[in-house]
């Protein structure tokens, strides 16, 4: 028998090594082409551009204009850890909304076919908890990831819809049935607990008006619901006075 305390030194593992290669490429220079990391890691262009491809389908990545980037995914484990990222929105703009909200409110971005929560403010324990310890969440499952679905075109969705397993049908057929009330009210809701915790959540756009983000808030069913539409508002006013800032926030998330 192996005595469990002995110490194993640890070894390279090829595969391992390319992948966490490109993260570290892409963080210390992003905007990197795919010619660029083929050139810096040496390697085959057929097996770097798999794993870029892999990376991006996972959110650990994402491409503009040919070039990568750092993707969502990697900014979801600063939630997990109990960190939060720079960029959209400042951490004081979520804690006034949870204040005025006297909710938890959450920050998700959509990764692959997932929703990552990126940052917080206030408590629920029951999300608080689960964004910690898993960060993806199916997009059906959830208020943000309804909201982000219901802004992409037809076509985009049609796809999404059609790779569901026949498990998620149901969640299909419910979206399907709120989609264009979604899209006209640009709020979304998700019911969940038993029917004990309720959550709203809008788009938040970048300066190209382009869906970047979900903000969502989320409590308990009872203090909430009779609420609803004062919170659609407040949301919707929120992301609305974002948006029109000019400069860049300070204290950045």
């Given at each position: 028998m192996h005595d469990l305390k002995t110490t194993r030194v640890p070894h390279p593992h090829r595969t391992v090594d390319r992948v966490?290669?490109?993260?570290?490429?892409?963080?210390?220079?992003?905007?990197?082409?795919?010619?660029?990391?083929?050139?810096?890691?040496?390697?085959?262009?057929?097996?770097?551009?798999?794993?870029?491809?892999?990376?991006?389908?996972?959110?650990?990545?994402?491409?503009?204009?040919?070039?990568?980037?750092?993707?969502?995914?990697?900014?979801?484990?600063?939630?997990?850890?109990?960190?939060?990222?720079?960029?959209?929105?400042?951490?004081?703009?979520?804690?006034?909304?949870?204040?005025?909200?006297?909710?938890?409110?959450?920050?998700?971005?959509?990764?692959?076919?997932?929703?990552?929560?990126?940052?917080?403010?206030?408590?629920?324990?029951?999300?608080?908890?689960?964004?910690?310890?898993?960060?993806?969440?199916?997009?059906?499952?959830?208020?943000?990831?309804?909201?982000?679905?219901?802004?992409?075109?037809?076509?985009?969705l049609d796809a999404y819809l059609r790779r569901r397993q026949l498990e998620e049908r149901p969640l299909v057929e419910a979206f399907l049935s709120e989609r264009d009330d979604i899209r006209k009210k640009r709020i979304a809701i998700n019911i969940r607990e038993s029917g004990s915790r309720f959550a709203i959540a809008t788009t938040i756009p970048n300066r190209d008006g382009q869906p970047a983000a979900a903000l969502t808030i989320v409590g308990r069913s009872r203090e909430m619901q009779p609420r609803q539409r004062e919170l659609e508002a407040l949301l919707i006013d929120c992301v609305d006075a974002w948006a029109s800032r000019t400069g860049v926030a300070r204290e950045a998330i």
């Open positions: 966490t290669r490109i993260l570290e490429e892409v963080l210390y220079n992003p905007g990197l082409a795919l010619a660029d990391l083929v050139r810096v890691m040496d390697a085959p262009k057929s097996s770097v551009h798999g794993f870029l491809r892999g990376l991006l389908a996972k959110g650990w990545l994402y491409e503009e204009q040919h070039r990568f980037y750092l993707g969502p995914a990697v900014y979801g484990l600063t939630l997990a850890s109990g960190n939060v990222r720079a960029g959209l929105v400042t951490q004081s703009d979520l804690l006034a909304l949870h204040e005025q909200a006297g909710a938890a409110v959450f920050l998700g971005v959509h990764a692959g076919d997932d929703l990552i929560y990126v940052a917080d403010a206030g408590s629920d324990h029951i999300v608080g908890f689960e964004a910690r310890t898993s960060i993806r969440r199916r997009l059906l499952v959830t208020a943000g990831g309804k909201a982000l679905l219901a802004t992409r075109s037809d076509a985009e």
